[in-house]
């Protein structure tokens, strides 16, 4: 780093980019281009809608996100969704994180069977495409095993997103230096404690970017249980439109809302990140 | 000092795949002795001191340390690391932990004893190594020098043994090497016993009772400092004396 900083103040002089790349960059041309590229998106699709004579309703969306009634504030259909689907990610993360660990820890055991279990395990989840993946644990193990729909969902979001996860905490264990797995034995420790105490707390600043992208991809493909009708976002958006016929408002407003979701967890946890990396 | 071996090794060999890292190794060491391990790169040196914590386990022979047999997968070996202390070339301080949780830790986890007994504890050791003021601070905050001396308190604070040290000064700057030497003068004063595997041949005149050397796998040479610097008996070990001591 020191090097690169210093080449260009006291050692020969960085070459400059091409013309054109000069051109290209600099601040006025590339906003303008920019500009010019999400105004032709947006004019063509409602150019298009207009063609098709498409009724705009926009007016009418908003109380499907919040309301004011003569019992006051009022959350609207929109927003109930949302909260549904935060949960069902929550609980679905959850399961998977401990799930991703358990086969992790299986997999780095160094036990045959361990890893066998583990890697069989992994292969037959990334094998099977998650729409199928929900389909046999709501219509096969569900009735075998008296699963609810709810449950059918977070047992298939937690299980497919277990693997990825497994991954990214065997990487993040892994990128832990050795020295420090033998001064924790050295001083006594177990390999319980020496995962506990000294491990695992080193892994999480690993872990954490990959974490937020899994748990992204999650909010995302939680969309999915829409099939077998769990009341969630996406699900309220088909109910809605099926009410109204807005479906281009609808599902422009839910595709944002996604958005906003998944935006925000990934700008905290970037803040959170580097609050961790400032403090070692 | 006793006439009691507290490390007795006899025929260890080792293998690591097909390189054969130790060949043939017999050594006892009493209680309280100090012994300093020489020899060029890829000796074994640290193989063998590594095996005395069971950090690596020999492929063969016997080695009893403080009374405990050591061998692959004995239940005894987290007694036998808890009466054993470990130094390490790069130190190997937990990073997430503050100097004093990483004295702490191990007291606390591992013997069970209080957070106060442990910080007393601590605090102790920080003083002996002479840095009580970096106790608040992270590793990453100190030189090389003192996060070695941090990682020699965090074994003592063990209330170990036998310490090991394993190349304690080949990662350190130059102007720092003698923080930790004298640390580890002022340990064997204490009637520690040591086995230190270093090429600093200032300080093995300085605190050895006995000299190592080793080559390819074996001991060649036990001997008394005195009479290590002045009369080696083996070719070998001479040669390595002077391409040592040129400078």
Redesign the interface.
Known sequence: MALSETAGLHGPPIPKPPVHQQVLNSVPVAVAIYAIVVGLIVYGSFAGAQNMGYNWQWYRVPQYLYSFTDDGFQWGEISVGLVATIRLSILSFALATVLGLVVALLRLSGLVVGSAVAVAYLELIRNIPLLVLLYLFYYVLGPIFGLDRYVASILTLAVFHSALISEIFRAGINAV?V??W?????????TG?AYR??IL??SVRFMLPPMTGEMVHLIKSSAIVSVIAVAELTTIGRNIISDTYMSFEIWFTIAAVYMVVTLILSVGVSFLERKFTV?? | MSSQPIIEARNLDKFFGKFHALKDVSISVRQGERVVVCGPSGSGKSTLIRCFNALESHSSGTLVVDGIEVFEGSKDVRKLRQEVGMVFQQFNLFPHLTVLENLMIGPMKVRKVSRDQAERTARTYLDRVHIPEQAEKYPAQLSGGQQQRVAIARSLCMETRIMLFDEPTSALDPEMINEVLDVMVELAETGMTMVVVTHEMGFARKVADTMVFMEEGRIVEVAPPDQFFTAPSSDRCRMFLAQILEH
Do not use: L, T
């Open positions: 230096a020295g420090q033998e001064a924790a034995k050295s001083i006594g420790m177990s404690q105490y000294i707390p080193q403090d070692q």
